[in-house]
């Protein structure tokens, strides 16, 4: 319900200011007072995380470019929604922009994106980087684009994830099994605890904390900085450095809003984008590092396991879910890349 009342209270402060002309506005000489176009944006992280910093210069490039004519209004928390209803409201233009996840808000709308939740597809940050930044990555774009009525400003990264749990340390797959774990709302990582032997468990991430509490789950896959910021150290004991995937975010902006637009704004719009791509991944590689090293020193456990194992055991996954992402062709491209 909480959902809904949020639909409604969005659309005329939003359409309404995104539907102003260039003369409604400001000039930015003449000193003339007018409406100002405000774009509402939105993530599910804290004011500390880096998708706050990737936003942070997309606000300041487009208010700098704009002259103050354009003001971007930041809302963290996942104050607006969830990741998977915030991200239906960009694409029904109740709200200017989210950073959506494959693996979360993306992945029940555009089945194609999952094709980066793929468990170990990549082997580094440097080919996730270099597929997403490229061809392939591009492709996916126009789809999402299509699917979701949004421009794919570009791509932002969520961190390598890694399984963590308060039962037992887990080095092979067979010491998943039984565990609950806590996983996105992505159909392929759900199969892929599945088959691990993990009892995978899709919940919303505000609902974590106190499943953890409950013992409702008993573990998640997370990257350093949710584990660390959203403070799971005190309700966990041993992270195993899967490396299991590599979270590419898209920051999608709603295509109902950017079309009413004035051709300035709109330009601002898309070189923020650009920009907000490199202030986020910096952020996130100081930021992991910085948070990995203050896990160590409360007190978690961390543990390396037989990837190649846990990779053998997860190529059934690529076979059932070749189909949806494009095909075993694809997934050889970007594993080879």
Known sequence: MKSYLRLLALPLSILAAAACRPSDRASATSGEAGPTIILKVAHNGNEKHP?????????????ERTNGA????????AQLGSEQEATQMVKLGLLAANAAATAGGMATSVPEAELFNLP????????????????????????????????????????????????????????????????????????????LGAQATPMAFGELYSALQTKVVDGAETDYLDLLYERFYEVTKYVSLTNHMYVVVGLVFSRKIYDRLPPDVQAAVVEAGKASVKAERRAMDVL???ALDELKERGLEFNEVDRAAFRE????????????????????????D
């Open 51 to 63: 998708f706050q910093k990737g936003y942070e210069e997309f606000k300041r490039v487009i208010e």
């Open 70 to 77: 354009a003001e971007v209004q930041i809302f963290p928390n």
């Open 120 to 195: 170990f597809i990549f082997r580094d940050l440097d080919h996730c980087y270099r597929v997403i930044d490229g061809p392939i990555g591009q492709d996916l774009a126009r789809t999402i684009e299509k699917k979701l009525d949004c421009l794919v400003l570009g791509y932002w990264f969520s961190g390598v994830r890694n399984v963590w749990n308060s039962k037992r340390p887990v080095r092979v797959p067979d010491d998943l099994r039984g565990i609950k774990i806590r996983v996105m709302a992505s159909p392929i990582l759900i199969e892929t605890f599945n088959t």
């Open 288 to 290: 992991s590092a910085s």
């Open 313 to 336: 055991k997860v190529q059934s996954v690529y076979e059932k879910n070749a189909a949806r992402v494009g095909g075993m062709a694809l997934i050889r491209k970007v594993i080879d």
